[in-house]
């Protein structure tokens, strides 16, 4: 992907469309091309205090502890819509807010609002700050393993 700015200076960082396209991935059920854009030893937090706050090192740490536990619950997966974003072009960090339409297993409504921080090197996420609804995530996975 070549990055630039509608300056004469080429940017490092991509700009709002790129982000924006790199994401959809996402919201049509493609986490396998979303990830492809994740540096394999990104820095991902999930910020607060629930059950998946945590540091994790790695992008397969943060799949297989994080991801996959909060996957296993939802029935039919995740319904993901693109709120905005906030961010890119000339910037390393850029702002991605989500919402998620989905179902647990028990039935219980997981509408999920997102914010990841993302911090961008050489076309890649290399550092994520993840927010959500912390007592809505606790309660699918209590009531859901």
Not at 11 to 35: D, E, G
Not at 39 to 61: E, P, R
Request: glycine fraction near 4%.
């Amino acid at each position: 992907m070549s990055i630039s700015t509608k300056t004469t200076h080429p940017s490092p960082y991509p700009t709002k469309s790129q982000i924006h396209q790199i994401f959809t991935h996402l919201t049509n059920n493609n986490p396998t091309a979303f990830y492809a854009h994740v540096s394999d030893d990104a820095n991902w937090t999930v910020m607060g205090s629930h059950i998946l706050s945590a540091h994790y090192t790695t992008k397969a740490s943060f799949l297989s502890s994080s991801l996959a536990r909060i996957s296993a619950v939802i029935d039919g997966g995740l319904n993901l819509k693109i709120v905005s974003i906030i961010g890119g072009e000339t910037e390393e960090w850029a702002v991605v807010e989500m919402l998620a339409d989905a179902r647990c297993k028990n039935g219980l409504k997981y509408d999920q609002a997102y914010s990841w921080s993302t911090r961008w090197k050489d076309d890649k996420i290399v550092e994520v700050r993840a927010y959500l609804d912390g007592v809505l995530l606790n309660r699918a996975l209590e009531e859901n393993e």
